[in-house]
């Protein structure tokens, strides 16, 4: 079983920053990538931002030049640098990765979901 623990979310004003950090642990015989969803109310889940092992990155239009994301595969972390914050990047932040657990194939796993709130 793999776990995803992320942290880091929270409120800010807009124009500011927040760092959002996840974790992998359990039984991982290796991850093929990692990234973020993010989820507003009323709206379905999307695509923030991802990053393969071999550096590949993908990111939403909505937040190109603003958000990093960043990797450690030794220690299977993932970031998410998130700086000039606006009320629409108001959402539930979700980690995830396709990760391939020892003795199992590849599987989707998700984080618990971290709020960000961008407001005055």
């Known amino acids: 079983q793999v776990q995803l623990v992320e942290s880091g979310g929270g409120l800010v004003q807009p124009g500011g920053s927040l760092r959002l950090s996840c974790a992998a642990s359990g039984s991982i015989f290796s991850i093929n990538f990692m990234g973020w969803y993010r989820q507003a109310p009323g709206k379905q889940r999307e695509l923030v931002a991802t990053?393969?092992?071999?550096?590949?990155?993908n990111y939403a239009d909505a937040v190109k030049g603003r958000f990093t994301i960043s990797r450690d595969n030794v220690k299977n972390t993932v970031n998410l640098q998130m700086n000039n914050l606006k009320p629409e990047d108001t959402a539930v932040y979700y980690c995830?990765?396709?990760?391939?657990?020892?003795?199992?194939?590849?599987?989707?796993?998700w984080g618990q979901g971290t709020q960000v709130t961008v407001s005055s």
């Open positions: 995830n990765a396709e990760a391939v657990a020892q003795n199992r194939g590849a599987y989707l796993y």
């Open positions: 990053r393969t092992n071999s550096g590949r990155t």
